[in-house]
């Protein structure tokens, strides 16, 4: 059997008639020039989703679920119809694909559906016939129900069809060249990723560099799929391969090789806390069990004895995070719940940093030049992160940025 | 089992979401009064089909015909979903499917397959429920493809699934409020049918009313599934009801009950023709094989013992017609044959009009009272056809509908 590769492409990728021949000629020189089998995965075009939600809500904002997958799995069937015309009109043999068509079973949930099994038995016939198979992304099928795999569901299709399909790699092709050392919006001059591993990218994605859903990079890092970030204006450039191991491909002694911004955040803080064995357990067990999720956590003693907890929230549900806080201060006895949604959580990511001595003082002291305060810190092997004011975000990541050269990165 | 109604909307009903909430109403309404199982059949939003396809016309203007059907069939999911939304938000339970999920098989054709199969199974499990289900029309699934049905589906859609389920009838909603003695953008002061015969709907369809699709009236005939055709904008007008049988629901003797123009004419004659036995079943039988309808046909013998045979065909067909034509001329020694591609057929319709003597002649007076010439005549038992000068047609219209008063039909 040829080699199998799967490409990618998101919304803008195919946002109008123009875009989607730019895309079947990529996919066909992709086919030609690797002579391999080929399964395309793409996403609505530009705004129709949008414009389905809008239209939607002059009806209603509270749809049912199951009929607002109905609605909005409409936009990759399109642009699978259009983009396998393309390919078709340049003169090669192609094929769409709906979720259903495709054999992608999620399970029976909507909205947000999580990939299930594929049945790749009619992909492998029609690849055997030397089609290219045009696949709609973030859709699925349970128990005759059309379902969508929410946030990041076509970068997820891609990935689980490479995976079911043990394809080579699976190219992601997006809006940017490649995966930068930082926020370009943000950072005037970045630096560019040749190789990063999977860790690296998801610290990445989730903190805010959104190449990559991170639900398709750990999925991709379980079952060790390479992934290629690519950009669709320029198929030319080979942008950042994702794998499991980048020892030996990062040049140097370079061990951060990423800053991100994360201002989805908010800080919690519970205030004389009595100073009793368990209290932090018993705080954050009560958090669990009403559903909420915390990020970095700080938790000191002050000299009367008293402690002082303090951790962040996703912004989005930091009020909600507070009353149960409020509600679990008054159980255990503590003083008071405090709650400051103007925090940000900027990071330095490199999957070398473990090994190398100095590298937080350097951060720390970049962000201490700059006058900007640090509320909060914590580490991981791959990752070193402070929490700070928002006003001071982006100067933080200018600074970080900056004290570790990482515009210099062209790999 | 509760009676059962199937209720049709087309594209202009359901083309913004203004008229789709009005639609639910009319959903809802009927569902409370007639307290019966409700399925609806919903076409594509007003112009996302056009849309549709100027984006498509941009990449390709010869699609694949399965990639055409992948393309158009979203329009009516769309629709669907939105129309669930709007009746569960009016607080009636609902559930969208699309044509495949309703169990709709057609053949395995694509652009025009015919409706082979309703396993009515999963709807009438739902319904079982209580749920209004909104059912995508115009497309049906063919070993596990999608397939759509062509002009007219949507209507065929909502008699076929009216047939499988033994519906009470079939309500088609458009945007008039009844079927009309003619076309009211010709005559001023139109009648309107509360009841007409699928004869009389047939002969009127194909002639240019373009109320219903005469694939669907044909479908209703052969099951005796009544249709009612109405406005969704004036859903308190019981508009018309089309049925086997109208006698004895016709007022007094009034014989023809609708006038119409078919534009779509083309007059072709074969001039010269050797008078032989046989001679025009051979020029028809070789212009059937060569792929050519016929419409209206007429055949005279002048004094020098020669033939002509004049006949009409659609009007897009002509020029391909004439091309045949003029073989076929070659080859049984005919002089000529000639194309006149500005010809119309005016027609007068009515049940009753074989038992009535002197419809014919009254017809023809009221052309020729207007200095209108006739062309060519045909006759069937419920229609009498004169093709005239394009020039002519809509005087021609008004002449007849006029001399048999059908302003004054408003049953």
């Given at each position: 059997m040829k080699k199998i590769i799967v490409q990618k492409f998101g919304g803008s990728s195919v946002g109008s008639a123009e875009r989607i021949k730019a895309v079947a000629d990529i996919c066909i020189n992709t086919k030609k020039q690797e002579k391999c089998d080929l399964v395309v995965v793409v996403s609505a075009m530009g705004d129709t989703t949008d414009d389905l939600l809008d239209l939607m809500k002059q009806i209603t904002n509270t749809p049912d679920k199951r009929e607002l997958d109905m609605l909005l799995s409409t936009g990759e069937q399109v642009s699978i119809a259009l983009l396998t015309m393309a390919i078709q009109k340049a003169g090669y043999s192609a094929q769409s694909l709906t979720g259903w068509q495709a054999g992608i079973t999620t399970e029976p949930v909507h909205n947000k559906a999580r990939i299930?099994?594929?049945?790749t038995k009619q992909i492998k016939k029609l690849l055997s016939e030397d089609k290219i198979l045009v696949v709609a992304g973030f859709q699925g099928i349970a128990q005759q129900e059309i379902t969508t795999l929410g946030r990041g569901g076509s970068d997820t299709t891609a990935v689980a069809l490479a995976v079911s399909l043990k394809a080579e790699r699976c190219d992601i092709y997006t809006d940017v060249d490649a995966v930068c050392t930082s926020d370009p919006r943000i950072v005037e001059k970045t630096g560019r990723l040749k190789f990063i591993s999977y860790d690296e990218m998801l610290e990445l994605a989730s903190l805010g560099?959104?190449?990559?859903?991170p639900r398709s990079v750990e999925t991709a890092k379980y079952f060790n799929m390479p992934l290629r970030v690519r950009s669709s204006w320029n198929p030319e450039n080979n942008g950042t391969l994702v794998i499991e191991r980048t020892d030996g491909m990062i040049e140097g002694q370079r061990s951060v090789r990423g800053v991100a911004l994360d201002r989805q955040q908010a800080r919690l803080s519970i205030i004389g806390?009595?100073?009793?064995?368990g209290i932090a357990h018993r705080i954050f067990n009560e958090l669990a069990s009403r559903n909420v999720s915390v990020d970095v956590i700080v938790q000191c003693v002050s000299h009367d004895g008293s402690t002082e907890v303090d951790f962040t929230v996703k912004r989005e549900e930091a009020d909600r995070a507070k009353e149960e806080l409020a509600k679990i201060a008054k159980q255990i006895g503590a003083k008071q719940a405090c709650l400051d949604k103007t925090v940000v959580k900027v990071s330095a990511v490199g999957a070398g940093m473990i090994d190398q001595p100095g590298i937080a003082s350097k951060m720390f002291k970049a962000l201490g030049d700059q006058g900007i305060n640090i509320q909060m810190i914590s580490t991981s092997e791959i990752r070193i992160s402070c929490i700070v004011q928002e006003a001071d975000g982006e100067a933080a990541v200018k600074a970080i940025h900056n004290a570790f050269d990482l515009h210099e990165i062209k790999e």
């Amino acid at each position: 059997m040829k080699k199998i590769i799967v490409q990618k492409f998101g919304g803008s990728s195919v946002g109008s008639a123009e875009r989607i021949k730019a895309v079947a000629d990529i996919c066909i020189n992709t086919k030609k020039q690797e002579k391999c089998d080929l399964v395309v995965v793409v996403s609505a075009m530009g705004d129709t989703t949008d414009d389905l939600l809008d239209l939607m809500k002059q009806i209603t904002n509270t749809p049912d679920k199951r009929e607002l997958d109905m609605l909005l799995s409409t936009g990759e069937q399109v642009s699978i119809a259009l983009l396998t015309m393309a390919i078709q009109k340049a003169g090669y043999s192609a094929q769409s694909l709906t979720g259903w068509q495709a054999g992608i079973t999620t399970e029976p949930v909507h909205n947000k559906a999580r990939i299930e099994k594929i049945e790749t038995k009619q992909i492998k016939k029609l690849l055997s016939e030397d089609k290219i198979l045009v696949v709609a992304g973030f859709q699925g099928i349970a128990q005759q129900e059309i379902t969508t795999l929410g946030r990041g569901g076509s970068d997820t299709t891609a990935v689980a069809l490479a995976v079911s399909l043990k394809a080579e790699r699976c190219d992601i092709y997006t809006d940017v060249d490649a995966v930068c050392t930082s926020d370009p919006r943000i950072v005037e001059k970045t630096g560019r990723l040749k190789f990063i591993s999977y860790d690296e990218m998801l610290e990445l994605a989730s903190l805010g560099a959104q190449v990559l859903h991170p639900r398709s990079v750990e999925t991709a890092k379980y079952f060790n799929m390479p992934l290629r970030v690519r950009s669709s204006w320029n198929p030319e450039n080979n942008g950042t391969l994702v794998i499991e191991r980048t020892d030996g491909m990062i040049e140097g002694q370079r061990s951060v090789r990423g800053v991100a911004l994360d201002r989805q955040q908010a800080r919690l803080s519970i205030i004389g806390v009595p100073d009793e064995p368990g209290i932090a357990h018993r705080i954050f067990n009560e958090l669990a069990s009403r559903n909420v999720s915390v990020d970095v956590i700080v938790q000191c003693v002050s000299h009367d004895g008293s402690t002082e907890v303090d951790f962040t929230v996703k912004r989005e549900e930091a009020d909600r995070a507070k009353e149960e806080l409020a509600k679990i201060a008054k159980q255990i006895g503590a003083k008071q719940a405090c709650l400051d949604k103007t925090v940000v959580k900027v990071s330095a990511v490199g999957a070398g940093m473990i090994d190398q001595p100095g590298i937080a003082s350097k951060m720390f002291k970049a962000l201490g030049d700059q006058g900007i305060n640090i509320q909060m810190i914590s580490t991981s092997e791959i990752r070193i992160s402070c929490i700070v004011q928002e006003a001071d975000g982006e100067a933080a990541v200018k600074a970080i940025h900056n004290a570790f050269d990482l515009h210099e990165i062209k790999e």
